[in-house]
């Protein structure tokens, strides 16, 4: 098992990415601890886990809330004594309620709404897992960031909070290393998720983004999630600061 007896966070654990990602990573040997902020879709996830003889628990997070944060890292290490793993996966896109435009479009509210969730909450997760991770010796951290981060996609806003978490990783990575903490990204492109479902309505954007990367068709969670659980694992041990992209080779095309 490529995570066997690893404790492991995952951020926006109740659908998509993040279930695939708590899946696997239990399926490995960790014991996962999943939040988000709806109840139902945690409880889902884990019971998923738990049907297949794996360990989980959930705790509810609106990573916008630095004292809701703290409650989760406080849950986790109440629960399992150490924190060996972070995967800040949660964030918002096109399912939000937030405009997902160009810059002239789009409110100062939203801005600032899309910069909390996406961005500020990997700061603040990563903020309150480090003395912990420390503590323990080493640790692995994975950000969740997208083809938006690194090339012209419009959204502008999500494009910023997403470039602002490859930057992020990069100094988190420096800092840390003399820690044995590795801070990496992993950036999906356009992935079959029901954060990008309800863009599916709009005219031309499915058959746009499934014929867009040279392999022609979107991600699955599960793509995202093996890559993942590669970056997190011992076997990417001399890895940090890197970006992983999963995007079918649109970001080269």
Known sequence: MRLKDKIAIITGGGTGIGRASAVMFAKEGARVVVSGRRADKLAETVDI???EGNEAAYYTTDVRDEEQIKGLINFTIERYGRIDILFNNAGVGYSAPYVMDSTIKTPTGDFDEVLSINLRSVFLCC?????????????AILNCSSINGVIGCGADAYSASKGGINALTRALAVDNAKYNIRVNVVSPGATDTPMIQPAYELEGFYDYWSNAAPIKRMATPEDVAYAALFLVSDEASYITGQNLMVDGGLSIS
Do not use: A, C, S, W
Not at 127 to 139: Q, S
């Open 49 to 51: 886990i738990r049907k």
């Open 127 to 139: 903020k309150y897992t480090i003395p912990h991770m420390i503590e323990n010796g080493g640790g």
